[in-house]
């Protein structure tokens, strides 16, 4: 039969974003035409629009006093790329600071790389991507990060965190957990070679006042009560800044990207949450540093 689906699409959704937008989409442009990039513009913010001009925009509302809305986004997210699958075998679906890499010792070509995944007699339902979290330690990587130059080299020091080890290359349809950090799939490929960078944390000053904004927007239309009980259960980003604050601090403990026996831990520890499963091993403390090889390829 012959051969009637687009290699691979990559699809976002963003709301008000700017910085991650412009390197989410030079990124993809490197390896994609346009018209295989799709980006859900939630809000229609016309910066967004400006941005994403000549690739496959989808404008949806956004109400920030409802509730769940990361909920309803991964839900959103899951039905776009489900969809997707029938027309490409590949579709990577990632949130806006996440970043998928080839390690460069095998080869700069992605597209080629996951096309023999997709020539194999047994194809993975998804691909997850082992998860490097970009951490900004200013005392050691005092350079900023400049527009239109890369990420990697000025930044290089990471920490390991499983929940974004996420079954992000997707080949069948799929229902994601809320953040994508796991999928209903029973089979669970974790790739040697590819790697999810995530960037929340890779740039002192420009990520914490995210955080803040961010924030402010999470606490809009609560009362006093519901935003004190928030940042006392310490709720998700009401103390990432402090978690940013303490790893911004710490030196890495050696150069590598191996990790073997982590990613054993991964997969040995998986988590199950009918019907999702995630990956094991949570977030080991130190920091470490990227080898050499990855200068640049973002």
């Not at 700017?18 to 939630?42: G, K, M, Q, S, T």
């Not at 600071?97 to 790389?113: C, G, H, M």
């Not at 310490?234 to 940013?244: E, L």
Request: glycine share 6%.
């Amino acid at each position: 039969m012959p051969k009637t689906k687009a290699p691979i699409a990559a699809l976002t959704m963003v709301h008000t974003e700017d910085f991650f937008l412009e390197r989410w989409l030079a990124h993809w442009r490197r390896f994609l035409p346009d018209e295989h990039i799709y980006v859900i513009n939630h809000g229609a913010d016309p910066q967004v629009s400006a941005l994403v001009h000549g690739c496959n925009e989808i404008t949806l509302p956004y109400d920030a006093l409802k509730k769940s809305v990361n909920q309803r986004r991964w839900q959103i997210l899951s039905l776009f790329t489900s969809g997707l699958t029938y027309g490409y075998d590949w579709v990577i679906c990632n949130d806006v600071d996440e970043f998928i890499v080839l390690d460069p010792q095998i080869s700069d070509d992605l597209p080629a790389y996951l096309a023999e995944v997709a020539a194999r007699d047994e194809v993975p339902s998804a691909i997850t991507a082992f998860a490097i979290e970009m951490v900004h330690v200013p005392e050691l990587e005092p350079a900023p990060i400049v527009s239109g130059e890369p990420i990697i080299g000025p930044r290089r020091i990471y920490r390991l965190n499983s929940n974004y080890a996420k079954p992000c290359i997707v080949h069948r349809p799929i229902e994601f957990k809320a953040g994508g950090h796991g999928g209903n799939h029973s089979d669970i490929y974790l790739d040697p070679h590819l790697y999810n960078f995530h960037l929340r944390f890779v740039d002192y000053d420009y990520c914490m006042g995210r955080f803040k904004k961010s924030l402010e927007r999470r606490l809009a239309g609560k009362t006093a009560e519901e935003q004190a009980e928030m940042r006392k259960g310490q709720w998700g980003w009401a103390s990432v800044d402090q978690t940013f604050e303490a790893l911004s601090k710490k030196h890495p403990v050696s150069e590598t990207i191996d990790h073997p026996d982590f990613r054993r831990k991964m997969l040995d520890n998986r988590i199950l949450r009918p019907p999702f499963t995630l990956m094991g091993g949570g977030r080991p403390p130190d920091n470490y540093r990227l080898p050499e090889r990855f200068n640049g390829v973002l």
